[in-house]
């Protein structure tokens, strides 16, 4: 693939006015900087053109990262390929949100400096200049992408579908964190199919409650392991029993007189042994 390597001289021009106009607010009399008005517009103005020069860098690294990821891309297997097309897309992504926010970032500051009282001239000239920075970029970045359109096959048909990739990536994660838990009085759960009434005989054993065999999981709420630290219960701790097995101390029962919270202290030991939680509202 040809190089890709970026010239920013629009870039570097911008960077010497930008130099210019801190020169000129650092020769500002103590009594212009003392008004708090002016000196409030600067300030804005300053820290919006900051941003926009941060984004102007951002852009031109992750220029460098799509041309170091397309270089002897035909070397590599099919793996590496299918991960190197990922990358290089969302660098595109990013490379794109990130144009689109430099210009609204500079039509606000045009707009503002324009309709100021504080209104800096010097400011106007500044703004142009990084206008057409942002444009010539603009340009180089479609050019990128043409380029990108051009490497193998199976790069092209990784960009066509990595929508699909993502979603199915996605997919995957929550499944990974997704747990699931219930509560309620026995009679409740054991109308719902979730605890089944057992024997005489079983009681003589010590047993009360026993979960059933199946039962449906849409019943139950849908939590992220990974967000989910504690969980409300109307019912304070000694009328609550847990029926699903969870790691002993990964969890704690603390609360008062009308409710108690579970809190959970180590989520990757309390779901490892159940995904599912069932609570007894006794």
């Given amino acids: 693939m040809d190089s ?11 960077g010497v006015m930008f130099f210019v106009f801190c020169l000129f607010l650092g020769a500002c009399s103590p009594e212009k900087q003392k008004q708090d008005a002016r000196q409030e517009h600067i300030e804005s103005m300053m820290a919006i053109l900051a941003q926009v020069q941060k984004n102007l860098g951002r852009i031109q690294q992750k220029e460098a990262v799509v041309e170091r990821l397309s270089s002897g891309i035909e070397s590599q297997d099919r793996r590496n390929v299918e991960q190197i097309g990922k ?18 970032l500079i039509r606000k500051l045009e707009e503002e400096n324009r309709s100021s009282t ?11 200049e990084l206008k057409i920075a942002i ?13 990108v359109q051009k490497l193998n096959k199976q790069i092209s048909a990784l960009m066509a579908t990595v929508d699909v990739l ?9 499944q990974l964190y997704t747990a699931y838990y219930i509560s309620g009085t026995f009679n409740e759960l054991a109308d719902k199919g979730i605890l089944v009434r057992i024997n005489p005989l079983e009681k003589l054993f010590g047993n009360e409650y026993r979960l059933a065999p199946d039962f ?22 000694k009328g ?6 969870h790691t002993k101390g990964s969890y704690e029962l603390v609360g008062g007189k009308t409710s108690s919270l579970l809190l959970i202290r180590d989520e990757n030991a309390f779901w490892q042994k159940s995904r599912c939680l069932v609570i007894v509202l006794e």
């Fill in 216 to 237: 449906n999981i849409n019943l139950f709420r849908k939590v992220d392991i990974t967000e989910t630290r504690d969980l409300f219960l109307d019912r304070p701790s």
């Fill in 4 to 14: 890709m390597a970026v010239r920013d001289s629009r870039f570097r021009v911008a």
């Fill in 166 to 174: 993502d979603e199915f990536i996605q997919d995957q994660e929550t």
């Fill in 135 to 147: 444009n010539t970029k603009d340009g180089e970045v479609n050019v990128l992408k043409g380029q």
């Fill in 118 to 128: 504080y209104r800096v001239e010097s400011l106007d000239r500044l703004v142009s």
């Fill in 240 to 245: 609550l029993k847990i029926i699903t097995p």
């Fill in 87 to 104: 990358d290089i897309s969302a660098s595109i992504r990013f490379i794109d949100s990130t144009l689109a926010a430099s210009k609204s």
